[in-house]
């Protein structure tokens, strides 16, 4: 491999660079902050009772956060990704490859990405694809790292601020399909950090995608990212375009795929207010491309090690035993998500009273209003999770 073999190459350097000056910059606000936790002072537990596992697909990832999707393809990414896997591997979570499409361009990159599965060959690995791909290019990407899950990200704003992106997307939900129809394992969908609709969680699940990631703004900003890389830097009006994890959880339809999501996951409090939301588990991209960014697995690892800690903590302050739990945590909605609750038609206060006994049942619109309460077949234990008002 080479740092400018090709300009994908450059493009690769460019990203990891941008992205990591994104998070080095300083923290700026986005929707996790107006997720208030309300507070309980005698509902915690002892952290011995605290159990980290959760279900997801037909497997049992070790905890509910893991490593998502970031880049490879360079000798520079290759030193991130090697130290991203021990992190991993040691640490026993999740993890997501970035986009192999470089590497089913130009074999010579391969290495970058296969990586990931040579530090930590036992563990949960994702391959990333650029939606658009064949169903052969994607069994070639899961080929390639013997993953245990296909991630196609889907990135329409990026490219239209991408210099040399396309501008062509009627294609993508066939692509989709095929790719779905073709897969061996199982398909998890993502954004690159523009959030999943309502809309576009039915789509996907009617076309059979078992797991999809929100993705949300807050975090990594692509368009900024794009437009850095062009002379004029003329799209800077799409910089903070599209809706966050929180809101994009908020607004789930029943039925959809299993969520997850990232997006702005800065802290592991903001994985808790994620998963209070209905998330399965968060990915965390900038946070573990920090200690990453040198290619220092010691620190990656030990940084990871510390947000697990501290998982186990909150939920134990919260009096959550599972990360299922957390579905019944009460929720105090304020700023800009409590307006996009009222311009999209939720309840916001429903969230507040989630544990009441005699709280009254909220309703959906999209079933009967008069008989049938929100669940969410995906926490089948908990309270509904997703309160709606009439409209």
Not at 194 to 206: D, N, V
Request: glycine fraction near 8%.
């Amino acid at each position: 491999m080479s740092e400018t073999a090709s300009p994908s190459g450059r493009r690769k350097d460019d990203h990891l660079r941008l992205a990591h000056d994104q998070q080095t910059a300083p923290s700026r606000r986005n929707d996790f902050d107006d997720v208030q936790i309300l507070h309980h002072a005698l509902e915690g537990l002892d952290a011995d009772q605290v159990r980290l596992d959760v279900p997801v697909l037909d497997r049992t990832w070790s905890a509910p956060v893991y490593i998502n999707g970031m880049t490879g393809g360079t000798d520079r990414t290759a030193r991130v990704n090697r130290a991203l896997a021990i992190a991993a591997r040691e640490t026993g979570i999740a993890m997501a490859s970035g986009s192999v499409g470089i590497a089913l361009d130009d074999p010579s990159t391969a290495p970058g990405f296969r990586v990931i599965r040579e530090e930590n060959p036992d563990g949960f690995v994702m391959a990333n694809l650029g939606i658009g791909r064949s169903a052969d290019h994607a069994l070639r990407a899961v080929d390639l790292l013997q993953a245990d899950a296909l991630q196609i990200h889907l990135n329409a704003v990026q490219e239209t601020v991408m210099p040399e992106g396309t501008r062509d997307f009627s294609r993508w939900p066939q692509a989709l399909e095929a790719v779905v129809a073709a897969s061996p394992v199982p398909v998890l969908v993502k954004e690159v950090g523009f959030g999943l609709s309502r809309r576009t969680l039915t789509r996907l699940h009617e076309m059979g995608v078992q797991l999809a990631d929100v993705s949300g703004v807050g975090g990594t900003d692509f368009a900024r990212i794009e437009n850095a890389r062009r002379p004029g830097e003329d799209y800077s009006f799409l910089a903070g375009h599209g809706q966050s994890a929180v809101c994009c959880l908020l607004d789930a339809p029943t039925p959809a795929p299993q969520l997850l999501a990232s997006g702005g996951v800065r802290t592991p409090l903001d994985v808790i207010k994620a998963l209070a939301l209905g998330a399965r588990a968060a990915g965390v991209a900038g946070a573990f491309l920090k200690p990453a960014y040198d290619g220092d697995a010691e620190h990656a690892t030990a940084v990871i090690r510390g947000w697990l800690s501290q998982l186990t903590e909150l939920m134990a302050l919260f009096g959550a035993e599972t990360p299922a739990a957390l579905t019944g945590t009460d929720l105090l909605l304020r700023g800009r998500v409590r307006e996009y609750c009222e311009l999209t038609g939720l309840d916001a206060a429903g969230y507040a009273r989630r544990d009441r006994p005699d709280a009254e049942p909220v309703t959906d619109p999209v079933t009967d209003p008069d008989t049938d309460p929100v669940t969410d077949p995906r926490t089948p234990t908990a309270p509904p999770s997703r309160p709606r008002t009439r409209t």
